[in-house]
């Protein structure tokens, strides 16, 4: 299962189709999960098989809000992920972003 990055409120979700290509037309029939966090950011999870989670539904860091899947305009089954300030449309920012538990994916090891 994908699980929550963070405590949130489900502010969009969709579980409904069964629907996906490698084509850019596929988009709108992806599945996913937008949640909103306190810290003014939000996090969406897109191309679920399932989702298990419904709008306005408290969901802790951990907890499990769909499975990995190939819907909407996807080549094979992700998890796309994206972390966002709340509001914004998902295709004109980037926000820096850490990784504590595992370290900087860019540091030599």
Do not use: M
């Amino acid at each position: 299962p994908v699980v929550a990055a963070h405590d949130g409120v489900v502010r969009l979700a969709r579980g409904d189709s069964t629907q996906g290509g490698c084509f850019r037309e596929a988009g709108p029939w992806a599945n996913y999960v937008i949640l909103s966090h306190e810290s003014g950011y939000e996090t969406q999870y897109l191309h679920f098989s399932k989702v298990f989670v419904r709008p306005g539904q408290r969901v802790k860091a951990g907890e499990a809000i769909g499975a990995v899947g190939s819907t909407g305009f996807s080549c094979g089954s992700h998890l796309h992920f994206q972390l966002q300030k709340s509001g914004s449309h998902w295709a004109n920012q980037s926000v820096p972003a850490t990784f504590r538990v595992h370290g900087d994916p860019k540091a030599k090891t």
